[in-house]
């Protein structure tokens, strides 16, 4: 089955630096979302990428989805303290969304 | 607008024991998830609701695992009986619609319940 796979697993930061995480799939992706789990949370929806080889932007973040719709990655330039958390990627199967394992970013001062 | 609300918030049981969890989505979402979520892993999809028809239950431990959404609206997940390696978060989850064909509207997730097996 589909199969969405999130690397690294763990990440740590001095606050400052920047940080990327990776997302690839095993099948084509129609569209992917990436959430964001803070310690003891639930995830959050970030942002959503549809068209191959788009690139969105929110303040710091940047998603890219790859041009054979296959991978994603997040980008995260200047680290902060609120960036600690987990990062997850979803891609559809069907109907339903299926989540990577997420990267874990910690972050020091 | 009022969250995913879920309840309860952590429940802890002996192994072989019966557990409900309840799940009230957002406000005029059809769409209703329910996602395993252990400790260091990403949520995997258990069941998902279209108003009150199941999507996709192909991950669901139907042995052990039930869920229902009879009006449409809220929702209960069952686990009877429990084991050992149940011990994780269920999160609720809920959406507008499944959306067209490439799109999926986001998902709105519930604190969870953490739910601990002894």
């Known amino acids: 089955g589909q199969q969405v796979m999130q690397i690294p697993q763990y990440q740590h930061v001095q606050e400052g630096e920047d940080f990327t995480t990776y997302c690839n799939s095993s099948?084509?992706?129609?569209?992917i979302q990436w959430y964001k789990q803070r310690p003891g949370g639930h995830p959050v929806f970030l942002i959503q990428?549809?068209?191959?080889?788009e690139v969105k932007k929110q303040k710091r973040l940047t998603f890219q989805f790859g041009e054979a719709k296959k991978n994603s990655s997040l980008h995260i330039t200047a680290t902060q303290t609120t960036d600690v958390g987990t990062y997850f990627c979803?891609?559809?199967?069907?109907?339903?969304?299926?989540f990577g394992k997420g990267t874990t970013l910690s972050v020091s001062s | 607008e009022a969250g995913v609300a879920q309840s309860p918030r952590y429940k802890i049981i002996e192994k072989r024991q019966s557990v409900a969890f309840w799940c009230n989505p957002i406000?005029?979402?059809?769409?209703l998830y329910w996602y395993q979520q252990i400790l260091g892993q990403g949520p995997k999809l258990l069941i998902q609701?279209?108003?009150?028809?199941?999507?996709?239950d192909s991950q669901l431990p139907k042995d052990r695992f039930s869920a229902e959404r009879l009006k449409g609206v809220d929702s209960t997940l069952k686990i009877q009986p429990a084991k050992l390696e149940d011990s994780a978060v269920y999160l609720c989850?809920?959406?507008?619609?499944?959306?067209?064909?490439?799109?999926?509207?986001?998902?709105?997730f519930g604190n969870g319940t953490r739910l601990t097996v002894t």
């Open positions: 406000s005029g979402h059809a769409t």
């Open positions: 989850a809920s959406s507008v619609q499944p959306g067209q064909i490439n799109h999926n509207s986001p998902l709105h």
């Open positions: 979803a891609g559809r199967r069907r109907t339903a969304l299926i």
């Open positions: 990428l549809v068209k191959s080889g």
């Open positions: 099948t084509t992706l129609s569209n």
């Open positions: 609701f279209q108003n009150n028809g199941v999507v996709d």
